[in-house]
């Protein structure tokens, strides 16, 4: 069996933002050279997402005005574990939305349905954040 690990790095310029990260995650997959296996995608921070759904931008502003309505950001002393920081509806929204995706590997590519894409979710932007790839198979 082989194994590749790859990170990629984003700097979201919003607080929140839903970014398609599938063409990033494909090459990762063909720098890895393994064609059956699976792929895993996961977010290396406590308050961003990785998560498979629709291309499709009303969905991604359905989803952050949902998001904003189970846990807003803001006022944010309604939060515990705001004090020293200020992102407790962050951590709360990455909960909802997953921290991972894993994708069967077929033949060479991600194994998806019709329109599953990848997405990172980030919740709490303005900094470098990580997202983790590791590939496993032959
Ligand atoms: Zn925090």
């Not at 790859?6 to 050279?33: D, M, P």
């Amino acid at each position: 069996m082989k194994s590749f690990r790859k990170e990629l790095y984003f700097h979201a310029k919003t607080r929140r933002a839903y970014i398609n990260i599938t063409s990033q995650v494909e090459a990762a997959l063909a720098e890895s050279g393994i064609r059956e296996g699976l792929c895993l995608v996961n977010a290396m921070h406590i308050t961003a997402s990785v998560f498979v759904n629709d291309n499709e931008s009303g969905l991604h502003r359905d989803f952050d005005r949902w998001l904003e309505k189970l846990a807003p950001e803001k006022p944010y002393n309604q939060y515990e574990h705001n004090g020293y920081e200020d992102n407790a509806d962050a951590h709360l929204k990455r909960s909802v939305m997953g921290r991972e995706a894993v994708v069967a590997v077929t033949n060479g590519k991600l194994d998806f349905g019709t329109w599953e894409q990848i997405f990172y979710g980030e919740f709490d932007g303005m900094r470098d954040k990580r997202v983790l790839v590791k590939v496993i198979g032959e």
